[in-house]
């Protein structure tokens, strides 16, 4: 069982409970993201955990994972890239608020489920709610997760999305994304081995 974590209590808890690895969900990742920067996550969970260990928030490409590893992560975690997938059977509404979205369109809020997360903010203004004002609509989260078609609730009308969005550009078949963060992913390796190999040579 992997668990997520968003910060340094979370993390020795979980890990006491004997987990199986944990998930670290950094600033900027879709639904109830923390606010902690992945560098500073990773390493200080690192000082006291050996066990398998994922990050999440905010990666889209075979670049980000390449980059996760070289943090410390063993592996990573893609929500939203995954949302934009033909086998997704998200609202076709929100896949293109996500191809359309940078991160400037995402707010940290507890206004929507009562629990901080990342939403995107145009699903907020088109549910009539001003992403801005101080105004809170406090949603039972078991109601919440049994909400009828069509209802406006969290989740289902008002959207979450990561800081990523800025890298999602379509919707394609899951094989062919993964194909294309294989591809990413060794042209990142390639391109850091060259990188580093003219960094090391000057010393
Ligand atoms: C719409 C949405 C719903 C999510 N629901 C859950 C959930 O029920 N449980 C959970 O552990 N994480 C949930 N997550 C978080 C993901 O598991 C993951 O940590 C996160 O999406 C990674 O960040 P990214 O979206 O920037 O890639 C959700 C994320 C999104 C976008």
Redesign the pocket.
């Given at each position: 069982m992997f668990h997520?974590v968003i910060n340094i209590r979370h993390a020795k808890k979980a890990a006491a409970a004997g987990v199986d690895g944990l998930?670290a969900?950094c600033n900027?990742?879709?639904?109830?993201?923390g606010t902690l920067n992945p560098f500073a996550l990773l390493a200080e969970i690192r000082q006291f955990y050996q066990g398998t260990l994922i990050l999440?928030?905010?990666?889209?490409t075979g670049q980000d994972v390449a980059s996760a590893q070289m943090m410390g992560a063993d592996l990573a975690?893609?929500?939203?890239?995954f949302?934009n997938t033909q086998e997704s059977r998200a609202n076709p509404e929100y896949k293109q608020m996500i191809v359309e979205s940078s991160a400037a369109d995402i707010t940290y809020t507890p206004k929507v489920s009562g629990i901080w997360a990342n939403f995107l903010k145009p699903s907020l203004e088109k549910a009539g709610l001003d992403p801005d004002s101080g105004e809170k609509k406090k949603v039972d989260l078991g109601e919440e997760l049994q909400a009828p078609e069509g209802g406006a609730s969290a989740?289902k009308s008002i959207?979450?999305?990561?800081?990523?969005v800025g890298s999602i550009a379509d919707a394609p078949p899951v094989a062919q994304l993964v194909e294309r963060l294989q591809d990413e992913y060794r042209g990142a390796t390639d391109h850091f081995a060259q990188l580093s190999g003219a960094y090391l040579e000057k010393q």
């Open positions: 997520d998930i969900v900027g990742a879709g639904g109830h993201a999440s928030g905010s990666m889209s975690y893609m929500g939203t890239r949302i989740w959207w979450s999305a990561g800081q990523g």
